[in-house]
């Protein structure tokens, strides 16, 4: 229930930081295009609290999904988050009806960020390539026992420094600006 996980920006090519986490023996398992729409609520502030609630759309090689995800706040500091998830996945036919419960609760669908995603694993590790709309590339690092795995991506030559904040929390800093 709980997600320990760190983000890095990656300088370079998404394909070449593919085949770096390959020669470290990771093995492929998915490729994914993600919609993300965050809501928010007219008697709660997500952002002050540390919190996220998120609705997904995956369409993957290995088929789609639909993912409805509550994320709690932050449990430590620093570059690798900690946090409490839970998420529901729904059948396509229960989609409308559950956004739908959702709005007439008062929650919005504010925010959408929309990401190309290739997966891979290695052992009880997860790592996702992401190349995120309007951001560039990343990599998520998901699993216990990452620090051994941060410390050789490091040393990488596509390493451009670990990232502490959440893709929507890029995002609207991006927009301030």
């Given at each position: ?120 694993r290695n052992g009880g590790l997860t ?51």
């Amino acid at each position: 229930m709980y997600e320990t996980e760190a983000k890095i920006r990656v300088n370079g090519s998404k394909e070449g930081v593919v085949t770096w986490f390959a020669s470290m023996g990771f093995q492929y398992v998915d490729t994914c295009y993600e919609e993300d729409v965050y809501f928010t609520h007219p008697c709660r502030d997500f952002a002050a609290t540390d919190e996220a609630l998120r609705f997904r759309y995956k369409r993957c090689s290995s088929g789609d999904a639909y993912l409805l995800t509550y994320k709690g706040p932050r449990v430590n500091e620093g570059f690798v988050k900690t946090r409490l998830e839970l998420e529901t996945r729904l059948e396509e036919g229960q989609v409308k009806s559950v956004l739908k419960t959702l709005e007439m609760l008062g929650f919005t669908g504010r925010f959408v960020v929309r990401k190309s995603r290739v997966i891979l694993r290695n052992g009880g590790l997860t790592v996702s390539v992401d190349e995120v709309e309007g951001l560039g590339v990343f990599v998520e690092v998901e699993g216990g026992g990452i620090e051994p795995l941060l410390r050789e991506v490091a040393s990488s030559p596509w390493f451009g420094g670990f990232v502490g904040k959440t893709y929507l929390e890029l995002m609207l800093e991006k927009s301030k600006v």
